[in-house]
Structure formats: structure tokens, C-alpha cells
């Protein structure tokens, strides 16, 4: 299987977790929910891993904004603002712009790591009621 190939299949499936994740949202399935969006950060960091050896001439990450607000933005809007990006990243793949697909899963994963916060927090806050 050529590189290009596994991105895209790692991408699909990475939007595949963010869609049954959205779901579970939908259906107030914590668990569910929680393991979806753990599902989704290991494939956007093997994402990123993949770029990072096969493209690391094309791209300098050290550019892209690492410092999106992300405070305001509710889980559901963030969670779409990730399929849309994997979408957009795929679609990049396909045409062979990698460094747009390199960004796009790099940004995602910022988005995913908040969400990932989010759940922490809710986690332990719960705890802190029992």
C-alpha cells in the first residue's frame, strides 16, 4: 500500500469516529461519546505522524495558527468544524496538495484536543459530586 493510500484510508476513518461520535452527542452517550473523540485523536496524530515523515520538506507547521479561540465554541460546532476540515483534507489528498491536507489535520487535532479538555473537565467534575 502506497502512502497516499494509507492517508486515506487513516482519514476516512478518522471521519468516520468524528461522525459516531456526533451521534453519541446527539444521544447523550458519554462513554460513547468519549471513546469516539479518543478514536478520533489517535487517528489525527498518526495523520500527522504520516505527513510528518513522508511530506516534512513541504510544510513548516511553525506557521499555522496554533492559537485558535477556541474557548467560546460549544463541542457540537467544533465537532463539525473537524469533519469539515478531514472532509476538505481528503479532497486535498486526492488533488495531491498535501501541505493543505497536512494543515487541515493539523488544525483538526486542535480542534479534537479541546474537546478532549472538555471531557476531562466533565470527568472530574463529576467525580468531585460523588
Do not use: C
Amino acid at each position: 500500500m502506497i502512502i497516499n493510500e494509507k492517508i486515506l484510508m487513516v482519514l476516512k476513518s478518522a471521519i468516520t469516529y468524528v461522525e459516531t461520535s456526533m451521534l453519541a452527542l446527539n444521544k447523550k452517550d458519554d462513554n460513547s461519546f468519549a471513546n469516539g473523540i479518543w478514536h478520533v485523536a489517535a487517528e489525527l496524530e498518526y495523520l500527522l505522524f504520516l505527513f510528518s515523515i513522508t511530506y516534512k520538506n513541504e510544510s513548516d507547521t511553525s506557521i499555522w495558527n496554533r492559537n485558535i479561540e477556541l474557548k467560546k465554541i460549544e463541542t457540537y460546532p467544533m465537532l463539525i468544524e473537524v469533519q469539515n476540515l478531514l472532509n476538505e483534507a481528503e479532497k486535498f489528498v486526492v488533488n495531491e496538495k498535501f501541505q493543505y491536507a497536512y494543515k487541515n489535520v493539523y488544525i483538526a487535532r486542535h480542534y479534537i484536543l479541546r474537546v478532549q479538555q472538555d471531557i476531562t473537565k466533565k470527568k472530574r467534575g463529576a467525580l468531585k459530586k460523588e
